[in-house]
């Protein structure tokens, strides 16, 4: 009776997904698909009920070379789990500039960082590489074997600006979208 309407925030279950040449590639997946499956397997470690992953479906960190494409929350869960999982390497792509030492002008008080320097994620392991946008993908027999990348400034994905001469490629074996 004392409020006008209740708001339950519980985040989409609708993916964003990139429109780069090679997303077709198979191991390019939603970070969710991931995310549900690792949460899955923790409930059946855990003796609660699970959906095991259709058999051929079940996606797995273990051994690969991952790339999480996004550096909010759902990247940083990805890239734990992934650790937990002993992939061989996780590194983040994050399309945001580093963050600034100090106050940060780009998000003014009292509004929360875009960023975090570090998280628990981060502190397991791999890396992030700040201001990078992914160009596209590279295969071999139909699955992602690279990203191509490039280094990027602006203040928003709105408003990104290549940096000449900054491309590069990374090897992959699973690619997380987590935009």
């Not at 991931?34 to 470690?45: F, K």
């Not at 100090?102 to 008080?109: A, C």
């Not at 602006?154 to 000449?164: H, N, Q, W």
């Amino acid at each position: 009776s004392r409020f006008d309407a209740v708001v339950i925030a519980i985040g989409s279950r609708v993916s964003r997904d990139l429109d780069v040449p090679g997303r077709e590639l198979e191991g390019i997946r939603p970070a969710m698909d991931y995310l549900y499956q690792r949460n899955r397997w923790v409930a059946a470690q855990e003796g609660r009920p699970a959906r095991a992953p259709e058999p051929g479906r079940e996606l797995t960190a273990r051994d690969k070379r991952v790339i999480v494409i996004g550096g909010g929350d759902t990247g940083m869960d990805c890239i734990s789990n992934s650790h937990r999982e002993n992939a061989a390497s996780v590194i983040m792509l994050d399309v945001y500039a580093q963050l600034l030492d100090g106050e940060d002008p780009r998000t003014p008080w009292p509004l929360p960082p875009k960023r975090t320097a570090s998280t628990y994620a981060l502190e397991e392991g791999g890396r992030r590489r700040w201001g990078t946008e992914v160009t596209g993908f590279g295969g071999r027999d139909g699955h992602v074997s690279h990203v191509y990348a490039r280094q990027v400034t602006g203040k928003s994905s709105r408003d990104l600006t290549p940096v000449p001469g900054s491309e590069f490629v990374l090897e992959a074996d699973l690619v997380l979208v987590a935009i």
